[in-house]
């Protein structure tokens, strides 16, 4: 299972698009409300998250997603569940994968000393990581990081890649008409 989690003030394209790759892909992906079930996004688009972060395990826990936006990517830095859980996959080798301002997190978290790594301009000072490189989207092992929200079908493919098959994500994105 794949928690993409939403706390008020998330960039809804850095959620939804990545969701939507992944439940193309045929991933198990459960969008989780941080802040409440019904998620307002940072342009005032209400979301009905699939669960509370009160109801989800670490069972068949497979990664997780952070997107970005403000206020959002503070609100999920200041909830210890999600840190937990993100902290929980990296250590365990799981996917962990954040766009925009919420690799910030990541950095905060030390997940990104000796990684390679993007985020939206600006955060780069926030990243503690081994090499910046401002690409759209980054993956360095299981690290996946991206942009801003321009790449979030890009970083949907990214996470597919790590998760089911290069070639799986392809077929998406094409079907998808993105290629």
Known sequence: MFYVFLADGFEETEAIAPTDVMRRSKLDVQTVG????????????????????????????????????????????????????????????????AICAAPSILGHLGILRGKSATCFPGFENELDCKEYTSAHTETDGLVVTAKGAGCAIEFGHAIVSLAASKETADKVIEDMQCL
């Open 34 to 97: 941080v802040t409440g079930i019904q998620v307002k996004s940072s342009h005032g688009v209400t979301v009905t998250a699939d669960v509370s972060i009160d109801d989800i395990t670490f069972d068949n826990l497979e990664g997780v997603v952070l997107p970005g936006g403000m206020p959002g990517t503070l609100n999920l830095e200041k909830n210890k569940k999600v840190l937990e859980y993100t902290k929980y996959c990296f250590n365990n080798g799981k996917i962990v994968a």
